[in-house]
Nanobody, 126 residues
Framework: QEQLVESGGGLVQAGGSLRLSCAAS????????MGWFRQAPGKEREFVAV????????DYADSVKGRFTISRDNAKNTMYLQMNSLKPEDTAIYFC???????????????????WGQGTQVTVSS
């Protein structure tokens, strides 16, 4: 069964760092664009970052640009999100997702993504 599993979330003070991982199993996602999204309590799920299938292109939400870095290791079927200078407003459940249909381009649209993980909680204290 194909699945994506996030890890690396936790509680951190403002200004700190966390590194999220998204491990794929059951199939290879090396041809998929991979994205990170987040959902804070009472808010809609929002785009955070995306990387194309070979890692040639990335895109970031303005709110995280310059602080977060997305990367992937196709040999390990794993994607990462390095989060630095964390702020309380970054508190959310973070989800990874795979876009198998158009892996050569970036997309911010949730509906473009075919597979989703269950999420990992990130809490940033002030």
């Amino acid at each position: 069964q194909e699945q994506l599993v996030e890890s690396g979330g936790g509680l951190v003070q403002a200004g700190g760092s966390l590194r999220l991982s998204c491990a794929a199993s059951g199939r290879t996602f090396s041809n998929a664009a991979m994205g990170w999204f987040r959902q804070a309590p009472g808010k809609e799920r929002e785009f955070v970052a995306v990387i194309t299938w070979r890692g040639a292109s990335t895109d970031y939400a303005d709110s995280v640009k310059g602080r977060f870095t997305i990367s992937r290791d196709n040999a390990k079927n794993t994607m990462y999100l390095q989060m630095n200078s964390l702020k309380p407003e970054d508190t959310a459940i973070y989800f990874c997702a795979a876009d198998q249909q158009t892996g050569w381009r970036t997309s911010r649209r949730l509906t473009e993504y075919d597979y989703w993980g269950q999420g990992t909680q990130v809490t940033v204290s002030s």
